[in-house]
């Protein structure tokens, strides 16, 4: 996913570009309504989870976040 996002900026203003020489620019908001429903729909479709609940006092502090795999994995990117 996290490619995608990168290449999103550079992706979009060439299909916005070919949306407009190929139709009226209301083809632009077409797109992205499309786009957005093709990608509710599996969303929608997820049944709730029940979780269960498990009570743990952990004191989260700066340093123990900074010593998190998947905090630092996701600020680097």
Do not use: C, D
């Not at 900074?66 to 996701?74: A, F, K, Q």
Request: hydrophobic share 60%.
């Amino acid at each position: 996913i996290m490619p995608l996002v990168g290449l999103s900026p550079a992706l979009a203003p060439l299909l916005g570009s070919w949306l407009l020489v190929h139709f009226e620019w209301q083809a632009i908001f077409a797109t992205l309504f499309a786009i957005t429903l093709l990608l509710m729909l599996p969303a929608l479709r997820l049944k709730a989870a029940a979780k269960s609940v498990v009570v743990t006092q952990q004191k989260i502090t700066f340093l123990a976040l900074l010593r998190s795999r998947e905090y630092s994995g996701n600020v680097l990117i």
